[in-house]
């Protein structure tokens, strides 16, 4: 029997939109790579989930020795752990994203060479799967308001607004450095090191108010800077709603998810080649 439609393949030519269709049909191979990656990361841990607990809280423990005790760097009034776990919590999504997306490809390059999907899966599902680790910490941060008695604000609700801009940051830079790194394979070992920099680029350890005022603006392109500060002042009222800083870095984080859509699109057709 004849089949009753045929499917063509086409490699895409130049730079094209993301098929959003395409990537509905495949939300079940999406919905399993972003469970395989859940399960590869607590499989066989003798804690599980915990590492997302342990990792930033010991983190946050040391900067409060280290950046809120000794160098006596100042925190907006608050003390210093929440200070800087409310800044942790969406900075290690960040760069948990960063690190897992940009090597999705090539971990994924048997995938890649013997059956067709839409590639983008693999970063998406690189993302999706970090946002275990994302909830688990807002409810460690939860845990800290209650000790410390801070009661959310009115602003609380703009935090999907915030978290908004922190996917579309990370999914953008995830998109680019993953389809990079398909050619590159040195650009896995330079984002560790690179993440670790950026740290220090966006307020985790120290407010954006230490920073001098005339490099304000150019320090709130940096995405991070208005979500980290759209955090603090949301969840322990640190200051009013600092539009000042989240909405020059949204437009940024817009423009970093449509050029790295365009970009992975464009590279698409040669992953299969290289990977």
Do not use: C
Not at 5 to 14: E, Y
Request: no cysteine; proline share 5%; hydrophobic share 55%.
């Amino acid at each position: 029997m004849s089949p009753s439609h045929w499917t063509v393949l086409k490699p895409s030519k130049g730079w094209q939109l993301i098929d959003w269709k395409e990537l509905v049909r495949y939300k079940d191979l999406l919905y399993f790579l972003t469970i395989r990656g859940i399960k590869a990361r607590y499989a066989q841990s003798v804690l599980g989930v915990g590492w997302a607990i342990i990792q930033p809280l010991f983190t946050t423990l040391v900067f409060t020795v280290v950046f809120g005790n000794l160098a006596g760097i100042s925190s907006d009034g608050v003390p210093y752990v929440i200070f800087s776990f409310a800044a942790m919590t969406p900075w290690n999504y960040f760069s948990n994203v960063l690190t897992e997306s940009s090597n999705s490809l090539v971990q994924n390059a048997n995938m890649i060479t013997k059956v067709y999907f839409p590639r983008l899966v693999l970063p998406l599902s690189a993302a999706f799967s970090k946002l275990l680790d994302f909830a688990i910490g807002l409810i460690v941060l939860a845990g800290f308001m209650i000790w410390f008695r801070f009661a959310p604000t009115w602003n609380t609700l703009w935090l999907p607004l915030l978290i908004l801009i922190l996917l579309l940051a990370s999914l953008g830079l995830g998109m680019i450095l993953s389809a990079m790194a398909v050619q590159y394979r040195d650009v896995k070992h330079a984002v560790t090191f690179v993440v670790q920099l950026l740290m220090y680029a966006a307020p985790v350890v120290y407010p954006t108010s230490n920073v001098p005022q005339a490099w304000q603006f150019a320090y709130s392109l940096n995405p991070m800077t208005g979500v980290i500060e759209g955090f603090r002042s949301a969840l322990l009222g640190t200051q009013a709603m600092p539009w000042q800083w989240i909405w020059p870095g949204a437009v940024v984080a817009v423009l970093l998810f449509i050029f790295g859509a365009f970009y992975f699109r464009r590279m698409e057709r040669v992953f299969a080649d290289v990977a």
